[in-house]
């Protein structure tokens, strides 16, 4: 019989692990849930949607986004791929138009040979022999979710995170805003909202004073710290916002040739640029507020929300206590997790995971694991190896690199070689292996 792997969720890694695995001659079951049952924040019936950003984080190596999405290339991601065949512009960074993505990735896995997209909700562990990769995502139905408590010996897999508004272009006042990007890196990309002292003090004041979203009783509130709420970032102190998401560091005003007190950032969401997204926005304030508020915004005072922002479970397992380095679990060797539940956060790491998943599971030969000097190697075997008592999903950060044989005072330059020998590594590994 031909081996047929079972991927349960046709999110960003699921999509990346179906398509490895059917490019290797192997046959794929995808079950995707949506658009019969749908999730909190997913918008439509495509595969690999990105939910909310529509950034997949800078381009260049010293970056970790950027040597992530370097190891993707040079492992032929899927993903990746399509990807930059839908990038609008942003600067130094890859961004896209998410839906198109969205709709290109789902046509081609459609006509892919070898794929079977099942578009079912999977309530229970699938009994089968083959390989299972489950990529069910941060927002896992809750009845999968309780099934996989058996497996994961764990009640509850999730906390919460937030997600930003998206706001129409034909609602926004263009002329009180400046197009660039921070230290004219690129095109001039992003919208900025200049604030004055007394512009930023107001949004604080109403932020920090508006009564955010309440949890249900069930549900423990726990943020998580790389995303935060910005009103929780705002309660942190006043000055918080003005050195985090809203610093105008590398921009000036062309009007005043000054640099703002502070700067709010609209993105481009789609290439038509319909939508704008307010950059690091993520809230769970009541949608009434968000409105109120961010229409004090010079140029959004008529400001119409596509989205508003808002609140959303992230289910991930104990990845330390059940997965090894080949994601695969440590009870049941035919389980493997890939994506946000597996214990990596983010696009492109879920992207990565889901990649490897898909090798690991369709080639019984790989059992050489990444190198860790690599940034996917260091990723996957930090969330295999870390404490389990207080695990949190993990990015990839140049911090997972072994500094030992890279030596150097500069930090950019010390990033530069960490992410030169992770490319030397990942190609060697690859030559191996014969990918
Ligand atoms: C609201 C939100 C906003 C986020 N914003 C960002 C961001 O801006 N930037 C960033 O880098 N990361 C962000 N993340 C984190 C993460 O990168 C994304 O969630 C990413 O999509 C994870 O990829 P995945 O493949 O693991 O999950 P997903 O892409 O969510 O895919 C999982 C798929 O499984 C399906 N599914 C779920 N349960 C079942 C079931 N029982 N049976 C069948 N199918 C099922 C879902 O419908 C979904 O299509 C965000 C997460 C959330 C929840």
Redesign the pocket.
């Known amino acids: 019989m031909k081996k047929r792997v079972t991927i ?9 692990a179906a398509y490895q695995i059917a490019k290797s001659g192997m046959a794929v079951d995808l ?4 658009p019969q ?6 918008g439509g019936d495509s ?11 800078s381009e260049e190596i010293s970056s970790a986004s950027g040597l992530l999405k370097r190891e993707l290339k040079m492992l032929d991601s899927f993903f990746l791929r399509s990807a930059e065949k839908n990038r609008v512009p942003a600067g130094n960074s890859l961004a896209v138009d998410r839906l198109q993505l969205a709709a290109n990735i789902t046509a081609e896995l459609e006509s892919m040979p070898g794929i079977r997209i099942i578009r ?4 229970e562990i699938p009994a089968t022999e083959m390989p299972l990769i489950i ?7 809750p ?3 309780q ?1 996989l408590s058996g497996l994961t010996m764990r009640k509850n897999l999730y906390f919460f ?4 508004p998206l706001i129409r272009a034909e609602s926004i006042d263009f002329s009180k805003l400046f197009a660039a990007s921070r230290y004219e890196k690129g095109e001039a990309d992003f919208l900025n909202i200049p604030l004055d002292q007394e512009q930023y003090e107001l949004l604080v004041t109403s932020m920090v004073g508006a009564e955010p979203e309440q949890a249900r009783d069930f549900e423990k509130e726990i943020f998580f710290d790389a ?1 935060l709420p910005v009103e929780e970032i705002a309660r942190r102190g006043p000055q918080s916002l003005a050195f985090g998401p809203l610093k105008p560091v590398g921009l000036v005003d062309p009007r005043t040739g000054a640099r703002p007190h502070a700067v709010v950032q609209l993105r481009q969401d789609d290439l038509k640029k319909d939508f704008f997204q307010l950059v690091g926005f ?1 809230t769970r304030l009541k949608y009434g507020d968000q409105k109120r508020i961010f229409r004090n915004l010079p140029g959004l005072e008529n400001a119409k929300f596509e989205r508003f922002g ?1 609140m ?3 289910t991930y397992i104990n990845a330390p206590l059940i997965i090894n380095q080949f994601s695969q679990c440590k009870k049941n060797s035919r389980i493997y997790f ?5 214990g ?8 990565a ?2 990649l490897l998943c898909g090798l690991f599971a369709s080639r019984n030969e790989l059992r050489n694991p990444l190198p860790e000097t690599t940034a996917i190697g260091s990723l996957l075997s930090y969330i295999a190896n870390a404490g389990w008592q207080d695990f949190r ?1 993990s ?1 990839f950060t140049f911090g997972l690199l072994a500094d030992s044989g890279v030596e150097c005072r500069d930090k950019k330059r010390k990033k530069e070689l960490k992410a030169e020998r992770a490319c030397e590594a990942l190609e060697q590994w690859i030559k191996k292996l014969a990918i």
């Open positions: 349960i969720g046709g999110g960003l890694a699921g999509a990346e079950y995707e849930m949506r049952v749908m999730t909190e924040a997913h595969l690999a949607e990105m939910v909310c950003s529509n950034s997949l984080g079912q909700e999977i309530r990529a069910s995502g941060p927002l896992t139905s009845a999968f979710a099934a995170d937030a997600t930003c995303c993520q808002r959303h479970r992230n890939a994506g946000q539940i597996s990596v956060e983010g696009y492109v790491e879920s992207v995971s889901g999903p990015k």
